[in-house]
């Protein structure tokens, strides 16, 4: 998929999960920026990067309107609801 393509589609997206065998980020802060801000909606954009390594660049996380998740977030909410198991 050529990169602009990729960011016209994110950019349309609600929600994006990057997983590539890629050892360097594909999701870069400042294309996704503009893909943001061509946004029709007004709603924010769920980034959930199931990758190792990871496909979205740490400073993605300060993109307006980007909401970004990652393998180790997915892990802490594992560990926090399996910890509330039997805590009725």
């Not at 999960?17 to 909606?41: F, N």
């Not at 924010?44 to 990652?70: E, K, M, T």
């Amino acid at each position: 998929m050529s990169t602009c393509y990729q960011h016209q589609v994110i950019g349309q997206s609600d929600v994006v999960y990057p997983s590539t065998s890629s050892t360097a980020p594909i999701i870069d802060p400042e294309p996704l920026r503009q893909s943001l801000a061509g946004r029709a909606g007004s709603g924010g954009l769920q980034v959930v990067d199931i990758s190792v390594p990871r496909n979205v660049h740490p400073d993605c996380c300060a993109v307006p309107g980007a909401f970004c998740y990652n393998v180790d977030d997915l892990k802490l909410v594992v560990g926090v609801r399996g910890s509330l198991v039997g805590c009725v």
